[in-house]
């Protein structure tokens, strides 16, 4: 008999690396058209860091997305970066970007504020203009103040800047100290069938509500909450490496290695708790890992919800599952008997 | 032998296909329209840009499959590597016997660790060699590589090099590999090779004078990446004696660094190129085959490609650590949590890799979101001759979660408390104290909870 349960569980994770140092820099360079070029040493490993960062620098510049070009990930012509690690690229990376963004805007700036007959720090970029705060109608184009700047003025508009998330170091004895920066915070709730016959379990529904600060690019935390359930999915009911006596592995394939492809996945809604984190650029912390942190436990508590039987070692395989629901009949069958 | 005569290229490359139906041939790819015209959606012009839906930049190129990955990659000339791995958990090399490999037809350059010029690596110890010399740590460990023109026959050149071996004892069990009479994976060192500890209040009294302890052991697995483009690179030389290495490696400031030690050269004579990476997961975090593409194409004096074969993933590149955790925790009638003690030993398997980071996390993060008054955490990294545990996304948080989100829902069932509501008093308010004495700031693990239990429907009545 198919058997409903539900489980939730909740987490906590840091941002950047522990305690170490992890910096980033990052150079945009706005070009005489008001459209920009941001080097940034971070790879694109698929997660769509690289779109993010160009949000960044565009909102740092007061332009769109389009008109911001990103070039990464070459140590001959981007600046150091700590890399695709840590969930920190929003977040360190980032705020690398975002410096380095206001600090070519500071020249723009220099050079729009006695076009407008203002300060400078009378000024706001916004929409691909440089205007006087207050008073939007006053304004130049961004293309027109960069070609000032750079044939004008002789001074291009170019910022590089760098980032490192502060920390204090832990006390060897005791652990004490501020080993990160920031964390986020999220909740899974799985909804999961259990065949008390044969100990398979189908995840059926998957809730997840992950903080992620400001989400710069909605869209791409959705996909990496969606991605990160995968891999909690195949960590939790099926992925193993399996070892010979010999300390040899004996399922290197795909074939006796099983892993969740798209028909084993659930529904699965994501919603983004609002958050602000104050020391993150524009409000954001990261998203990357922690996606995959509490999927196992929801699915474990869910499968304690269905059939009453606590699985304490992954992958909750339909063998396991079996196993564990035979010792409890065992268990309590004397009982009633007793009864 | 005196009749042979020197084979060609085109020769080798035709023998090496003839009669083999699993030869790839050369991809065609139909032509493709470049709009002159930038093709974008209107959700990209807009400001601000922050907080938009916008479309990647590169998701035309992944639509149209132009993207290029490392194996999408030719340079002239270039040449193909396989490695040799060991196969074998634990011994001494006697001998390597690479004349049979060297005599093949399309085979241009052979490699053995004792050619690296500095033949170790690891992000926090430097205890993995490039290729293994003098001793095998663990099956998946590569003690020899061949380049030549193409993979099939680089594939055939690693099988006809031989290697003696003299067995030593191993040992898998990370608490038998504990003990003090444990066979030693890095001799004379012992196997605990990472230490950490969390203290803070007095747990064991608390937990003496807590109404009900609850305590469990609970374990996980290893596990793969398994992303689909597996490790791959290409290291070509100029005649300056400058190297390029282009990578799958997620991070290219370091791997440079990396690169540049192992080969003993200037930093500024390497340039490493990141390629879009076909998934990275926390296992391309490290150097891995680079060094070895690198001296395999000084060596022909051609450019060299490797990609890791599916297996190759599997037992050569890094994996996520199995956890063994026991956990005791102090409640009170409440549901409060008043102490909670944890024990994590993490199997390493034969480097360390990231095992420190992933010890670190594990027990900074190892007693969940809750206000707890009274903690300790101890953890210990063991070494043991089985596949290399390092970096997985995560960092030893979803294990950790596992267990005190399990021990969390046995402490509702037992106290007849709803596991949403066990959470919501038990959970982290704004200003909480970590268990590293940090004061924590946007915190809204409530939040979370109550957003996911409304869009669940976790307070409606269960049909």
């Known amino acids: ?339 | 032998m005196s009749d042979r005569r020197p084979v060609t290229e085109q020769e080798a490359l035709r023998e090496s296909l003839r009669g083999l139906e699993t030869a790839r041939l050369p991809a065609t790819v139909p032509p493709a329209q470049f709009p002159i015209e930038t093709l974008v959606p209107e959700v990209r012009q807009q400001t601000p840009a922050v907080g938009q839906r916008a479309t990647r930049p590169d998701a035309r190129l992944h639509g149209l499959g132009q993207t290029k990955y490392i194996d999408d990659l030719a340079l002239p000339g270039m040449l193909h590597a396989r490695i040799k791995r060991a196969g074998i958990a634990a011994a001494r090399i006697a001998r390597i016997d690479t004349r049979a490999a060297e005599a093949m037809p399309g085979v241009m350059a052979v490699l053995t660790g004792r050619e690296i010029p500095a033949n170790s690596f690891g992000p926090s110890l430097q205890d993995q060699p490039v290729l293994a010399d003098e001793r095998v740590r663990h099956a998946g460990d590569g003690v020899a590589a061949v380049a030549a023109v193409t993979e099939e026959i680089a594939a055939q050149a690693v099988e006809r090099i031989v290697v003696e071996y003299e067995p030593l004892p191993a040992v898998f069990d990370p608490f038998e590999a504990m003990r003090e009479d444990a066979p030693r994976v890095h001799p004379p060192a012992g196997n605990v090779y990472a230490h950490k500890i969390i203290r803070k209040g007095d747990v064991e009294r608390a937990l003496a004078e807590a109404d009900r302890v609850f305590e469990g052991r609970w374990t996980t697995q290893m596990v793969e990446h398994v992303p689909i483009e597996p490790h791959a690179a290409i290291a070509a030389w100029d005649a300056n004696g400058r190297l390029t290495v282009y990578s799958t490696l997620g991070r290219i400031t370091l791997g440079r660094a990396d690169i540049a030690r192992t080969l003993a050269l200037p930093v500024n004579r390497v340039q490493v190129v990141g390629t879009i990476v076909g998934g990275n997961f926390g296992g391309k975090n490290e150097i891995s085959q680079e060094p070895v593409l690198a001296l395999l194409a000084k060596k022909a004096g051609r450019p060299v490609k490797g990609v890791f074969t599916r297996g190759e993933e599997f037992y050569a590149s890094t994996t996520r650590h199995p956890f063994f955790m026991d956990y005791s925790t102090g409640v009170g009638r409440d549901g409060r949590i008043r102490a909670r003690k944890v024990r994590l030993v993490l199997d390493g398997g034969a480097y360390c890799s990231w095992s420190e980071t992933t010890l670190g996390k594990a027990c900074i993060l190892a007693t969940g979101p809750y206000k707890i008054e009274h903690v300790q955490v101890e953890a210990f990294a063991v070494y043991t001759n089985k596949t290399v545990a390092g970096a997985m996304r995560g960092f030893g948080a979803p294990q950790v979660c596992f267990a005190y989100e399990s021990q969390m829902d046995e402490i509702a069932a037992a106290l007849a408390i709803d596991p949403l509501e066990i959470r919501l008093a038990n959970a982290f308010d704004e200003g909480a104290a970590s268990p590293t004495g940090q004061t924590l700031e946007s915190v809204v693990v409530k939040a979370s909870l109550e957003q996911a239990a409304a869009r669940f429907g976790w307070r409606e009545p269960r049909s």
């Open chain 1, 1 to 339: 008999m198919r058997r409903r349960g539900r489980g939730i569980a909740c987490m906590w994770y840091p941002i950047g690396f522990t305690v170490s140092a992890n910096p980033s820099a990052a150079t945009v360079k706005v070009n005489e058209d008001g459209t920009a070029t941001l080097l940034t040493g971070t790879v694109e490993t698929g997660q769509g860091s690289l779109t993010v960062l160009g949000q960044i620098a565009a909102e740092a510049l007061g332009i769109a997305t389009e008109d911001v070009h990103v070039v990464s990930a070459d140590t001959d012509a981007t600046p150091m970066d700590t890399g695709a690690i840590a969930s920190r690229t929003t977040y360190v990376t980032g705020n690398a970007v975002k410096l380095a963004g206001e600090r070519a805007r500071a020249i723009l700036f220099e050079a729009a504020a006695p076009m407008l007959g203002v300060k400078p720090e009378q000024l706001e970029a916004r929409d691909r203009k440089i205007q006087v705060r207050g008073f939007p109608q006053r304004s130049v184009p961004i293309g027109e103040a960069a070609r000032h700047a750079l044939v004008g003025k002789g001074e291009p508009p170019i910022g590089t800047a760098s980032f490192n998330p502060p920390t204090v170091a832990m006390d060897p004895e005791t652990g004490q100290g501020k080993p990160f920066a920031t964390y986020v915070y999220a909740t899974q709730i799985a909804e999961v069938e259990v065949d008390d016959e044969t100990g398979e379990v189908e995840v059926l529904r998957i809730v997840a509500a992950h903080d992620c600060g400001t989400p710069i690019n909605p869209m791409l935390v959705e996909g990496q909450v969606e991605g990160g359930i995968a891999m909690g999915l195949g960590f939790a009911l099926q992925e193993e490496i399996l070892f010979d006596a010999a300390g040899r592995q004996i399922n290197p394939n795909l074939t006796n290695y099983i892993m969740p492809t798209s028909l084993d996945m659930p529904e699965i809604e994501v919603d983004i708790v609002p958050s602000y984190d104050p020391t993150g650029p524009f409000g954001a912390k990261g998203v990357g890992e922690p996606t995959s942190v509490p999927t196992a436990a929801a699915i474990a508590n869910a499968i304690y919800d269905a059939v009453g039987v606590r699985m304490t070692a992954l992958p909750m395989t339909a063998e396991r599952v079996l196993a564990a629901i035979k010792a409890k009949r065992a268990a309590d069958a004397p009982r009633l008997a007793a009864d």
